[in-house]
């Protein structure tokens, strides 16, 4: 079941990185992000910050997967706490948005994850 629940964590980063591709590529999602503040596509400066985020979204899954046991991994448990902690960042961050749109979706979303992070980090503490 950790596994499973590791890769539905990863899966959830991995769509987060198709969304940030298409913030960049200029799709009107701007109500979704970054509080909202652009409602349709974003501006050349908030692309570039979403750019940052696909390299801490993928690094992100992988602790995950890794505190999961993922053959070939191996991090320090500390990632996977890291990956927790952003997570639960990016959930509080949705639920005090101005932006109705990224507190119907992003928060509910981000709280799941993070309850899936936690469940694999709880889980698997004392192992290896």
Known sequence: MTAQI???Y?????????FEIAV???LP???????????????????ALAAAGIPVLILQA???LSAAGFPGLGWPRWT??????????????ARVSPS????????????VMAGGAGYV???TAGQG
């Open 80 to 93: 996977g706490w890291a990956a927790l902690a952003l997570t639960l960042g990016e959930a509080a961050l």
């Open 62 to 64: 992988l602790a995950i």
């Open 100 to 111: 109705g749109e990224e507190r119907a979706v992003r928060f509910p979303v981000a709280l």
């Open 24 to 26: 960049i590529a200029g």
């Open 29 to 47: 999602l701007g109500a979704f992000t970054q509080g909202g503040r652009h409602r349709g596509a974003l501006p050349r400066r908030a692309r």
């Open 121 to 123: 980090l709880v889980v």
């Open 6 to 8: 590791a890769h539905l």
């Open 10 to 18: 990863a899966l959830g980063c991995l769509a987060g990185v198709f």
